[in-house]
């Protein structure tokens, strides 16, 4: 176990929920994590893709600001509520990938049933279900979005030996 909390504290892991209100947590090399919720919603006057690369200026800026990231886990959705949304994340995903194998980070993409039944125990929870998982693990997320990114986060750390 000792081992395991040492090594625990040499790697650098995110964890997204992708979207245009992305998800985001950080366990930082000193074990710490933080966590929020970015904006990439595109301005009036944008073109299409200024959301994406805000998007990659935003992975780039994390990185820099960590000396580096060890991994990245994302949630991995098959499945939309709308058109709109399934095209913004394919534009997030895209974009993250391909940073990933920029950077030569790894990433993996995780189920979202998978996190929810980790998180609650059930593989369907809803929205406000993640976020009181979330709080019983003593965060105070300020939307489903962060909870998730969290809920991913606390997965990764307790199944993947990161």
């Known amino acids: 176990k000792i081992f395991k909390e040492l090594r625990d504290m040499t790697e650098t892991i995110l964890a997204l929920d992708l979207g245009t209100h992305t998800g ?3 366990r930082h090399l000193d074990g710490n994590i933080t966590s929020g919720t970015e ?3 595109p301005n009036r006057f944008e073109g299409g ?3 994406y690369l805000r998007f990659k200026h935003w992975l780039t800026e994390i990185k820099t600001c960590t000396d580096g990231v060890s991994a990245i886990y994302f949630e991995e959705v098959r499945r939309h509520m709308g058109v709109d949304a399934a095209h913004a994340y394919g534009g997030f ?3 993250l990938t391909a940073w990933c194998e920029h950077h030569n980070i790894p990433y993996q993409g995780v189920p979202v049933g998978t996190i929810k039944k980790h998180a609650t125990g059930k593989g369907n929870a809803g929205k406000d279900d993640m976020i009181v ?3 019983a693990r003593g965060y105070k997320p300020v939307d489903d979005n962060e909870a998730d990114a969290l809920a991913l986060l606390h997965w990764a750390i307790e199944t ?3």
């Open 160 to 162: 993947q030996e990161v």
């Open 39 to 41: 904006h990439f919603k």
């Open 49 to 51: 893709g200024m959301r």
């Open 93 to 95: 995903l895209a974009t």
């Open 133 to 135: 998982a979330a709080r």
């Open 24 to 26: 985001w947590a950080l």
